[in-house]
């Protein structure tokens, strides 16, 4: 099954390589991920180390960080730019995970292997047990629309889960979903993403007026609530784009909403923050973040969040639990389907079941939402340390 599998990846790599290469060199977003991942450029060979983490991006690279800290040496690969920019924060071993085919001779031999979430690839899986790895799927969770589509390929991955040790599932409904798949030795644990370390915030003056923040916007999400809102005359909005290609467009959608309604806007990039002093550099009635890795800072200085992704359909929500530190009221549409147990791990969150709604929850004296106190990590941290141990004399 592992050879036809790999003639497989090899057809199609065949078939796609010419196009991801003109991709890899007009498409800003995918510059320099295409061409490590694709064609092993600056990426011959993986960093060595024997626990080794496999994230898919930015937001997935954050989560394990708490769990990775707790060890001297580890490596990490990752699917996205924004994903390897944030590991390199952490370790320099760091890569980008190539495409299956080059996997068996780009890997090195580690002792522990921990994928994130829903990463399941054969060749990475089936690549660590021939090096008598131990593998661990860490963060596993199947939404409602994602099991039909799994259960289509359920031979498949039958396959993958026969090389994978142990699955930390995000709830008891995903550990009887995944264990339908073929999963084996499943634990229903929790949402690790709830334990992302706060990181150290820059000290930003908060204004006298209601800030309100449409937080990781995706497209059609902007038009969409901007359309319905209506700011009183003390609120001040922010709009941050989730991905920074958008930047641009969002910026178009945010003017015509300020022209339409007579308000002036800033772009966040064109502020001067030198001495913190936000609330005298934000004068406008409109922000666009157009900058990336400040949306926790503006949390801090912020009253209602928006937390999107959510009201349309086609995402499945973003983490709820960086707004939910900083005392703000948050609202989420009802597509928070990937979400699900991380939203558990909130209080007073706050679900718009139709986007009229929207000026009826900020005419509202809402209660700030709060988080729910936080396990430790300390069963996965066992977990790989028994896997390091074991494999000592390796």
């Not at 099991?147 to 409904?173: E, G, P, T």
């Amino acid at each position: 099954m592992i050879f036809f599998y790999y003639i497989f990846a090899a057809l199609v790599y065949l078939l796609a390589a010419p196009f991801l290469l003109i991709l890899s060199f007009y498409k800003e977003k995918y510059k320099k991920s295409l061409k490590s991942r694709f064609f092993l450029y600056k990426n011959l060979r993986q960093s060595q180390s024997d626990l080794y983490f496999h994230a898919c991006s930015f937001g997935e690279i954050k989560s394990i960080m708490p769990l990775a800290q707790n060890f001297q040496d580890y490596s990490i690969s990752t699917i996205t730019q924004t994903g390897f920019e944030e590991a390199l924060k952490h370790t320099k071993k760091v890569n980008f995970f190539p495409f299956e085919i080059f996997v068996p001779f780009w890997m090195r031999p580690c002792k522990v292997l921990v994928i994130f979430e829903a990463e399941l690839w054969l060749m990475l899986v089936f690549m660590a047990k021939f090096y008598n790895a131990k593998v661990i799927l860490l963060n596993a969770r199947i939404s409602d629309k994602s099991f039909r589509n799994y259960k289509r390929f359920a031979f498949f991955y039958r396959l993958v889960f026969k090389y994978i040790d142990v699955v930390f599932a995000q709830s008891q409904k995903d550990k009887e979903r995944l264990g339908q798949l073929g999963a084996s030795n499943v634990i229903a644990y929790r949402n690790i993403k709830a334990n992302i370390a706060q990181k150290k915030l820059k000290n930003y003056t908060k204004t006298k007026t209601r800030v309100i923040i449409l937080a990781s916007t995706h497209e059609n999400e902007e038009s969409l609530l901007l359309e319905k809102i209506k700011l009183a005359d003390n609120d001040q909005l922010i709009v941050a784009p989730r991905h920074p290609e958008r930047f641009g467009e969002v910026e178009s959608i945010l003017k015509s909403f300020c022209q339409k309604n007579d308000y002036n806007m800033q772009r966040f990039s064109d502020l001067d923050l030198k001495q913190g002093d936000f609330a005298q550099a934000f004068n406008a009635k409109c922000l666009l973040l157009d900058v990336l890795g400040e949306l926790e800072n503006l949390y801090q200085v912020s009253d209602i969040v928006f937390l999107c992704g959510s009201f349309v359909d086609n995402i499945g929500g973003h983490n709820p639990i960086e707004a939910a530190r900083w005392n703000n009221v948050i609202i989420s549409g009802k597509y928070y389907f990937n979400q699900e147990s991380l939203y558990q791990e909130v209080d007073d969150l706050y679900i718009c079941e139709d986007i009229d709604q929207i000026n009826g929850f900020l005419q509202q004296q809402l209660k700030i939402s709060s988080l729910k106190k936080q396990g430790d990590l300390n069963e996965v941290i066992l977990s790989i340390k028994e896997g390091l141990d074991a494999r000592k004399s390796i």
